[in-house]
């Protein structure tokens, strides 16, 4: 009875320790800290934007969940995005390593490319069937004007 209990104990400790190694932390943390407020989830974590000036970066899915949209944000501004600033942000080793951890979960498997890029464009493109919408924003004159990014274009 008492080996039932500590292996039951050891059991409950090893399922919790492989179910936390699994979840992926939240790799926008990386973004906020080196350019703070420039973040905004909205929808209950359905839509995020990156903004870092007038303009804006933004993904809206009804389909993924939050923690995904959050995995193909991140994916996006840390290999695809435009936004010079981000240039010296992604030489810093913990963006790398919250890139590189993102795309070794299990949902990316199918994408065996070696470059780092070329695996984020393939998940980018898994997470895609999900229909997450990518789109462009910017403030003129007071009034914010939209238009939707073609993803296999900005990930060339």
């Given at each position: 009875?008492?080996?039932?209990?500590?292996?039951?104990?050891?059991?409950?400790?090893?399922?919790?320790?492989?179910?936390?190694?699994?979840?992926?932390?939240?790799?926008?943390?990386?973004?906020?800290?080196?350019?703070?407020?420039?973040?905004?989830?909205?929808?209950?974590?359905?839509q995020?934007?990156?903004?870092?000036?007038?303009?804006?970066?933004?993904?809206?899915?009804?389909?993924?969940?939050?923690?995904?949209?959050?995995?193909?944000?991140?994916?996006?501004?840390?290999?695809?995005?435009?936004?010079?600033?981000?240039?010296?942000?992604?030489?810093?080793?913990?963006n790398?390593?919250?890139?590189?951890?993102?795309?070794?979960?299990?949902?990316?498997?199918?994408?065996?490319?070696?470059?780092?890029?070329?695996?984020?464009?393939?998940?980018?493109?898994?997470?895609?069937?999900?229909?997450?919408?990518?789109?462009?924003?910017?403030?003129?004159?007071?009034?914010?004007?939209?238009?939707?990014?073609?993803?296999?274009?900005?990930t060339?």
């Open positions: 009875m008492v080996l039932m209990k500590i292996f039951l104990a050891l059991m409950l400790f090893f399922s919790c320790s492989v179910t936390q190694a699994q979840q992926t932390p939240d790799p926008l943390k990386q973004v906020t800290k080196s350019f703070p407020n420039t973040i905004k989830i909205k929808k209950n974590g359905k995020i934007e990156f903004c870092p000036d007038e303009t804006c970066e933004g993904f809206v899915s009804s389909k993924l969940s939050p923690a995904h949209l959050r995995n193909f944000a991140y994916l996006f501004l840390y290999y695809f995005s435009g936004y010079t600033d981000l240039e010296q942000w992604r030489t810093k080793t913990p790398r390593v919250a890139a590189e951890r993102i795309l070794k979960r299990p949902e990316f498997a199918t994408c065996r490319e070696e470059n780092p890029r070329i695996k984020a464009r393939c998940s980018l493109f898994l997470m895609n069937r999900q229909g997450v919408r990518v789109y462009f924003s910017r403030d003129d004159e007071g009034e914010r004007n939209f238009g939707d990014l073609d993803l296999a274009e900005e060339k």
